[in-house]
Structure formats: structure tokens, C-alpha cells
């Protein structure tokens, strides 16, 4: 079954830092990935996604992300952060059957 | 001009009556879904529709029921509502499973 694993339950950060955040998934074939943002009290927004070609896959808001099959992984990353990025994160695998399995998020808390 | 919205935003009610939340989107996608999103914010898809038909039925109770008049549209109705349901309920749409869905901004609902 597919499954998506985010190690970091929070992640704190200065603001100016550099952040990547964790994301590990099981899929038997080629999967689909994303990363989603959701900021208090709003909807999910799709930041990236990844199905084939290139692993380093660029997004909005200065996002990027790396797949890394060998690692099963699909960590999300961004030079410098602004506290407007203070939000939950999640990353997510599209599953056969058309649905998309989330993680169970990771809330990024940026110090000013 | 949104591009998926339900109404209500914020839906309180009492334990054993029956609710209605509608979701609608203008994007031309032919697939819908219902989410839920727990206190922990864990994202667990419910339903999904192509193009009118059921298409996926995760282990729901019956007490939830879909409706999809058109594909532009689907509703979600639930009778003799519980304390456990209270949670946010997003709805989604997409065109096709790479592309990610595009979330409406969430209905907020608490049983008292």
C-alpha cells in the first residue's frame, strides 16, 4: 500500500535560513509527488510536483525538491526563508487508483 | 472567481441533525473529491467522482452520502451527525492524476 512518511512533526527556523523538510513515501512503481502548503484557517496549494524527467523539480514561491528513488525520497527545500513561510507542509504520492495518500504534515515555525 | 468553493466556510450543529456542504468548481476538471481533515490535521480522502460516477469509497460511514448533480459539482450530505465528525471537510477537483488537485478553502464543522 502507499504510504507517506514526513519525519519532522515541527520545524523551527530562522528567518534568512536555509530549510528542507522530510518526506519519505512507498510506492511500488513510478509515483506521482507533491508538496502542498496550508497557512492557518486556508485551503491546500499546491507548491510542486514530480512524475518523471528531471528529480530536481523547481515550484512557487521559491520552492524546489529532489527525488531521489534510491532513498525513497522527495525532500522539499528553500535557500532562505521568509516568515510568511510559516505554514503546515505537506508532501503527498499519487496512488493507482487515482487518489492522493498525504502525509501527516510538518508545521514550519520561522523566528524572526 | 474562485476556483473550487464550498459553502458554508463554518457549519456548527447539533449531535443527530442533518448537514449539507456544496462544492463547485469552474475549472472544467472532470474529477471531484471530498476530503477530511482531522484536529491533527491528517488528510483522509472520503469520496471521488469522475465525471458524475463514483469512483472511489474510502471506509466512510453510511451516514455520509455524496451527490454529484454534474461535474462541476458535488455535495456532501450527512445524516445524524456525531461528535466525531466535526473536523474540516475540503473539497478538490483535477483533470488528471499527475497534475494535482486544486483545493476549495475548506468547511469548518463542529457538532455540539
Known amino acids: 500500500a502507499q504510504s507517506v512518511t514526513q519525519p519532522d512533526i515541527h520545524i523551527t527556523v530562522s528567518e534568512g535560513a536555509s530549510l528542507e523538510l522530510r518526506c519519505n513515501y512507498s510506492y511500488g512503481a513510478t509515483p506521482y509527488l507533491f508538496w502542498y502548503v496550508q497557512s492557518p484557517g486556508q485551503g491546500l496549494q499546491l507548491l510542486l510536483k514530480y512524475f518523471s524527467g528531471d528529480t530536481l523539480v523547481q515550484g512557487i514561491k521559491g520552492f524546489e525538491a529532489e527525488f531521489k528513488r534510491s532513498q525513497s525520497s522527495f525532500n522539499l527545500r528553500k535557500p532562505s526563508v521568509h516568515w510568511s513561510d510559516a505554514a503546515e507542509y505537506f508532501c503527498a504520492v499519487g496512488a493507482g487508483d487515482d487518489k492522493i495518500i498525504f502525509g501527516k504534515g510538518t508545521r514550519l515555525h520561522i523566528l524572526p | 472567481d474562485t476556483a473550487v468553493s464550498q459553502t458554508p466556510k463554518y457549519l456548527v450543529t447539533q449531535m443527530g441533525n442533518d448537514k449539507s456542504i456544496k462544492c463547485e468548481q469552474n475549472?472544467?476538471?472532470?474529477?471531484m473529491y471530498w476530503y477530511k481533515q482531522d484536529s491533527k490535521k491528517f488528510l483522509k480522502i472520503m469520496f471521488s467522482y469522475n465525471n458524475k460516477e463514483l469512483i472511489i469509497n474510502e471506509t466512510v460511514p453510511n451516514r455520509f452520502s455524496p451527490k454529484s448533480p454534474d461535474k462541476a459539482h458535488l455535495n456532501l450530505h450527512i445524516n445524524s451527525l456525531e461528535l466525531g465528525d466535526s473536523a474540516v471537510y475540503f473539497c478538490?477537483?483535477?483533470?488528471?492524476?499527475?497534475?494535482?488537485?486544486?483545493f476549495g478553502s475548506g468547511t469548518r464543522l463542529t457538532v455540539v
Open positions: 478538490a477537483s483535477s483533470q488528471a492524476r499527475g497534475l494535482g488537485y486544486t
Open positions: 475549472l472544467g476538471h472532470d474529477t
